[in-house]
Each structure stands twice: as C-alpha cells, then as structure tokens.
C-alpha cells in the first residue's frame, strides 16, 4: 500500500506565489511518476502538471510558463511551483502517484486565490 499526503495550500492574492508539496509512502516497489490534477467547483477534475521518474513532465495549457514541477532525487516527493496565480487557480489540488503499477491519490489540499 502506497500512502499520498500533499501540503501546501493557502489563500493567496491574485500574482502571488505558492508550492505544493506531495509525498509518497509505504511499499513502494516501482514508480513510474507523480503528478497534480485540480479540480474546481462545478468542473471536472484536470491534469496541472505530470512529471515521469526519468524527468520528462506535461502541463495543462493554463499553467504552462507559470507553474513548475520537481521530483526529488528518491523520485517518492513531488512538488509544485505555482507563480502568477490567478483567481481561475482555485481549486483543490490532487497529487497522484503511479507507482506498483497502479496510480494513489492524495486527499486533495486547498488553493484559493482571491483579494
């Protein structure tokens, strides 16, 4: 069993800056990458940013050029730099992890951007 745990969110004014962490844990025998979806009042959950344990990473088209994503060297900690963020960022952040062959989600932490 994998455990998923993310951290990191807060209300931030519009432009402002925060970083999401996410860590992964228990018996972890394979990893194939991490990543943060969101999901917002009322919308589907999206895909923000993925990256592969070799490095290689994906951006939703609203985020790119804004937000950044890291994996640590132990490839079991993920994190999520988020800059210039925008009313529209509100959400609730989800981190999920691809490892053993199946994906773990986290419980999900808040992001709200709002003046």
């Known amino acids: 069993q994998v455990q998923v745990v993310e951290s990191g969110g807060d209300l931030v004014q519009p432009g402002g800056s925060l970083r999401l962490s996410c860590a992964a844990s228990g018996s972890i025998n394979s990893i194939y990458g991490m990543g943060w979806y969101r999901q917002a009042p009322g919308k589907q959950r999206e895909l923000v940013a993925q990256?592969?344990?070799?490095?290689?990473?994906t951006y939703g088209d609203s985020v790119k050029g804004r937000f950044t994503i890291a994996i640590d060297n132990a490839k079991t900690t993920v994190y999520l730099q988020m800059n210039s963020l925008k009313v529209d960022d509100t959400a609730v952040y989800y981190c999920?992890?691809?490892?053993?062959?199946?994906?773990?989600w986290g419980q999900g932490t808040q992001v709200t951007v709002s003046s």
């Open positions: 999920s992890a691809a490892m053993n062959g199946l994906v773990y």
């Open positions: 990256i592969t344990s070799g490095g290689s990473t």
